[in-house]
């Protein structure tokens, strides 16, 4: 990515104040904390944090597909338009897959063990169109093609493929109809580095290809330096700052922010000690008054503990947003 974004339009996706909650008997931990956030078309946009943070619950919540204990309690999610948390059960399956597919954390979790890949690749597009099932079949063998496996592969199990291979295979999946916006959770988790640069560039050129969005969730800032146009980072279930890619890596406007990517190595200059965060992830249950972050962050002071701080712009262009009573919008945010 060159680290601009592209040009303004109409988002495709558009979240507002989203909200989830895990509810428990009399009790409920909020892992999304009104998340706003849009996506345009064609843009790829990175999600970091912690685990624990809330990124895979958000994503889960764009397409309606959490089970209860979970709860969508607030918020509006717009799709092109349209409120998706209002959409019938015919409606979700519709658009699902369809609109916006998933690349799950673990394709070896993600794929059924029992059927070759060849059934699960035509059972998304027999459930979803209305062709033969020897037109399925070559669809499917043209997808494995597509993203580099043999159609030979379609009569194989999960388990008689590779870590990379299996992954490949969940991307297939989630192109089988060519949705729009394809939500990536940690896609390269337990990947060797070679194989996961193989994925990530054969990814890039079927974004290319097709013009697909991509929500991307990884603990790999450098990963997502190199692939997003913009990148947000959550802390405890909040959004605590968004913005262009190299922003955020270079200039990094949050403490939580500047503590992860002063956690990572880099390749070229000289070698630097790296620091890590001090203390453990808030407990979501016990959410302190004030800043989330509180606990666990040097520059702490007394509006942190009593005052919840907001998202707000700290430059103009490209536009840079942080959650920190001692951001404001110098000169530094504006550079």
């Not at 507002?16 to 999304?32: E, F, K, L, T």
């Not at 103009?316 to 504006?334: G, R």
Request: proline share 6%; with cysteine.
């Amino acid at each position: 990515m060159d680290g601009n974004p592209p040009p303004l339009t109409q988002p495709l996706l558009s979240c507002r104040g989203v909200s989830v909650d895990y509810v428990v008997g009399q009790r409920g931990a909020r892992a999304c904390n009104r998340i706003t956030l849009d996506i345009h078309p064609g843009e790829t946009v990175g999600l970091a944090g912690e685990s624990g943070c809330g990124k895979s619950t958000f994503a889960f919540a764009i397409t309606r597909m959490h089970n209860a204990p979970a709860l969508i309690s607030e918020g509006e999610i717009l799709f092109e338009g349209r409120d998706v948390l209002k959409m019938s059960d015919r409606e979700l399956r519709a658009f699902r897959w369809k609109e916006t597919a998933m690349v799950f954390q673990s394709a070896m979790n993600a794929l059924n063990p029992v059927i070759t890949i060849g059934e699960q690749l035509i059972d998304v597009i027999l459930a979803h169109q209305d062709v033969s099932r020897d037109a399925a079949w070559a669809r499917g063998e043209e997808l494995l093609e597509t993203v580099g496996i043999s159609k030979s592969r379609m009569t194989s199990y999960a388990h008689q493929l590779s870590g990379g291979m299996r992954q490949r295979v969940v991307i297939a999946i989630a192109l089988v109809l060519r949705p729009k916006l394809i939500v990536m959770d940690e896609p390269t988790t337990a990947l060797d580095v070679v194989v996961e640069r193989e994925i990530m560039d054969e990814l890039q050129d079927l974004k290319d290809r097709y013009g697909f969005a991509i929500l991307f969730i990884s603990h790999d800032l450098g990963l997502m330096g190199e692939i997003c146009d913009r990148i947000g980072i959550m802390y405890a279930g909040n959004l605590v700052e968004m913005g262009v890619a190299e922003q955020v890596l270079e200039r990094p406007r949050h403490p939580y922010t500047k503590g992860l990517v002063g956690s990572f190595p880099t390749i070229h200059g000289p070698k630097k000690r790296l620091h890590g965060i001090p203390g453990s992830p808030v407990n979501l249950l016990e959410l302190p008054k004030g800043c989330n972050f509180q606990a666990r962050c040097t520059s702490c002071f007394a509006p942190c503990t009593t005052t919840e701080p907001a998202l707000e712009k700290v430059a103009e262009q490209p536009p840079h947003f942080a959650a920190c009573h001692l951001v404001d919008t110098d000169a530094e945010a504006t550079a």
